[in-house]
């Protein structure tokens, strides 16, 4: 990758020389607006391919992509992937000719593993943009026809939005696990029962084909996210750890919490949002790490500088957009403190978990928030579960008047502390508790002769201040 290099420089045509002699077999460029001939001429004289990259590419971004490739075409030609990928075209042209229609083999992640082809059968825009990005396009139908093929255990009916044609799919299953689909094209509407029992057939034995296929990069993946877990988790052997993931000089680290809303936690769901979250965090910044723990997808990123942590919220707002839109998935997301050393990854997940708890159970919308928005309200948090192991710290009027509320009725709790929140302003906590002003008097006048409160001892008031809230967050 010609990282810097500027078509215009004379020295980009030395660049391309030295490559060619140094082994190397082709080299890519960014062209920003220039002409290329000189350059097109000095690799064909030295023999090297020059590859031309989108300006708007970033560098990260193909690099990953290019790993994600080459790691697939390795997976495919490896002694436990007899049946790879090559099968699968086989596969894809063998059911597109005994069903009778264009064929397209997927993962669950909606990428295109293999598909036919047959000459004559007509195709649509959609299958043609599958083939060439080898993804499905992100369309807002998607969800719906994915859920139903997923629901049904034999062949589904899928009609086309115009000017997309109809399609015949089934989900490719090992026992009760999902593993992909297939589809195929029909143009006319008239592939019959004796199709789908054909299709049917041949998902079993695209079962066999995936797994095998994906064996060796399952195995691997699986390690790796269990050291990802442990790293979560903290221990003595966090620095081995990041010595195998490679993040031990690596830092500042900061951990991002994905949380899909209830309801919306199937299986197929979860491990679909995984790849989609893995995919984009890898893309944006080599060394980032993601794992799946029940249903909170965590993803650690390395070397990131406190002071421009602007791209990492941007990104994170980019993927809760992309989920709600191709998945029809909502996320909460929630971002930890950053930390210098990856022993203090602990402390920056567990943040992030309680920056989620805030989310899930605050009375706005907020689909995302960070430790640094929110640092007050984590420290108030950390003092519940402090008060919680020591309860004589906790203001003996406070737990009183918890009680007295929860017994009558009242709501003397609330008003004192909304009260001490508004600075003992009448007007605004009269505003705040949507009270007047006479009965805001005569609630505070009831409540120091009740619990024998006396707010003019600046002591006494705070640790009964810091109480309620704590009680309240408990």
Same mark, same amino acid.
């Given at each position: 990758?010609?990282?810097?290099?500027?078509?215009?420089?004379?020295?980009?045509?030395?660049?391309?020389?030295?490559?060619?002699?140094?082994?190397?077999?082709?080299?890519?460029?960014?062209?920003?607006?220039?002409?290329?001939?000189?350059?097109?001429?000095?690799?064909?004289?030295?023999?090297?391919?020059?590859?031309?990259? *989108?300006?708007?590419?970033?560098?990260?971004?193909?690099?990953?992509?290019?790993?994600?490739?080459?790691?697939?075409?390795?997976?495919?030609?490896?002694?436990?992937?007899?049946?790879?990928?090559?099968?699968?075209?086989?596969?894809?042209?063998?059911?597109?000719?005994?069903?009778?229609?264009?064929?397209?083999?997927?993962?669950?992640?909606?990428?295109?593993?293999?598909?036919?082809?047959?000459?004559?059968?007509?195709? *649509?825009?959609?299958?043609?943009?599958?083939?060439?990005?080898?993804?499905?396009?992100?369309?807002?139908?998607?969800?719906?026809?994915?859920?139903?093929?997923?629901?049904?255990?034999?062949?589904?009916?899928?009609?086309?939005?115009?000017? #997309?044609?109809?399609?015949?799919?089934?989900?490719?299953?090992?026992?009760? %696990?999902?593993?992909?689909?297939?589809?195929?094209?029909?143009?006319?509407?008239?592939?019959?029962? #004796?199709? %789908?029992?054909?299709?049917?057939?041949?998902?079993?034995?695209?079962?066999?084909?995936?797994?095998?296929?994906?064996?060796?990069?399952?195995?691997?993946?699986?390690?790796?996210?269990?050291?990802?877990?442990?790293?979560?988790?903290?221990?003595?052997?966090?620095?081995?750890?990041?010595?195998?993931?490679?993040?031990?000089?690596?830092?500042?680290?900061?951990?991002?919490?994905?949380?899909?809303?209830?309801?919306?936690? !199937?299986?197929?769901?979860?491990?679909?949002?995984?790849?989609?979250?893995?995919?984009?965090?890898?893309?944006?910044?080599?060394?980032?790490?993601?794992?799946?723990?029940? =249903? =909170?997808?965590?993803?650690?990123?390395?070397?990131?500088?406190? !002071?421009?942590?602007?791209?990492? %919220?941007?990104?994170?707002?980019?993927?809760? %957009?992309?989920?709600?839109?191709?998945?029809?998935?909502?996320?909460?997301?929630? !971002?930890?403190?950053?930390?210098?050393?990856?022993?203090?990854?602990?402390?920056?997940?567990?943040?992030? *978990?309680?920056?989620?708890?805030?989310?899930?159970?605050?009375? *706005?919308?907020?689909?995302?928030?960070?430790?640094?928005?929110?640092?007050?309200?984590?420290?108030?948090?950390?003092?519940?579960?402090?008060?919680?192991?020591?309860?004589?710290?906790?203001?003996? #009027?406070?737990?009183?008047?918890?009680?007295?509320?929860?017994?009558?009725?009242?709501?003397?709790?609330?008003?004192?502390?909304?009260?001490?929140?508004?600075?003992?302003?009448?007007?605004?906590?009269?505003?705040?508790?949507?009270?007047?002003?006479?009965?805001?008097?005569?609630?505070?006048?009831?409540?120091?002769?009740?619990?024998?409160?006396?707010?003019?001892? #600046?002591?006494? =008031?705070?640790?009964?201040?810091?109480?309620?809230?704590?009680?309240?967050?408990?």
């Amino acid at each position: 990758m010609g990282i810097g290099l500027h078509p215009a420089e004379p020295g980009t045509a030395d660049v391309v020389r030295n490559a060619a002699k140094a082994g190397f077999g082709a080299l890519v460029l960014k062209q920003f607006s220039q002409d290329l001939g000189q350059i097109i001429a000095a690799a064909d004289q030295s023999g090297i391919a020059l590859l031309v990259v *989108d300006d708007d590419m970033g560098w990260r971004q193909l690099d990953a992509l290019l790993d994600s490739a080459l790691h697939a075409s390795a997976e495919a030609g490896s002694s436990l992937s007899a049946l790879g990928v090559g099968d699968l075209f086989a596969l894809a042209n063998a059911i597109a000719a005994m069903v009778g229609g264009a064929t397209a083999i997927e993962n669950l992640q909606e990428q295109v593993l293999a598909y036919s082809t047959l000459a004559h059968q007509p195709i *649509d825009e959609d299958r043609r943009e599958g083939i060439l990005g080898r993804q499905v396009p992100h369309l807002p139908e998607n969800a719906g026809q994915y859920a139903s093929v997923f629901r049904s255990r034999g062949a589904v009916r899928i009609q086309g939005v115009r000017p #997309a044609l109809d399609r015949l799919a089934i989900a490719v299953r090992a026992g009760k %696990e999902p593993l992909g689909s297939i589809w195929v094209v029909d143009p006319n509407g008239d592939l019959d029962s #004796a199709a %789908e029992r054909a299709l049917e057939r041949a998902a079993d034995i695209a079962a066999l084909h995936m797994l095998r296929a994906r064996s060796a990069y399952d195995l691997a993946r699986q390690q790796r996210a269990e050291l990802v877990r442990r790293l979560l988790e903290g221990g003595d052997d966090v620095t081995l750890i990041a010595e195998q993931l490679r993040l031990r000089n690596s830092g500042p680290f900061v951990v991002i919490a994905f949380q899909p809303d209830i309801g919306q936690t !199937a299986e197929t769901t979860l491990v679909r949002l995984l790849d989609l979250i893995t995919t984009q965090c890898e893309a944006h910044r080599q060394g980032a790490h993601c794992v799946l723990v029940g =249903t =909170t997808i965590y993803a650690i990123f390395a070397g990131v500088d406190p !002071a421009s942590f602007g791209p990492v %919220e941007a990104l994170a707002r980019r993927l809760s %957009e992309r989920a709600r839109v191709s998945l029809a998935v909502d996320l909460r997301i929630a !971002a930890g403190s950053t930390v210098n050393a990856t022993s203090e990854i602990r402390r920056s997940r567990r943040e992030a *978990d309680l920056v989620l708890l805030m989310l899930a159970s605050g009375p *706005d919308l907020c689909t995302y928030a960070s430790a640094q928005e929110v640092r007050s309200r984590l420290t108030l948090l950390e003092l519940a579960a402090h008060f919680r192991k020591t309860p004589h710290l906790t203001s003996a #009027a406070a737990e009183q008047m918890r009680a007295h509320d929860a017994r009558s009725g009242t709501e003397y709790a609330k008003t004192l502390r909304t009260y001490l929140d508004c600075s003992r302003d009448s007007a605004r906590t009269a505003a705040a508790l949507s009270l007047h002003q006479n009965t805001l008097r005569y609630r505070l006048k009831r409540l120091r002769e009740l619990f024998t409160i006396d707010l003019d001892q #600046a002591e006494d =008031t705070l640790v009964l201040w810091l109480s309620l809230h704590v009680l309240e967050f408990n």
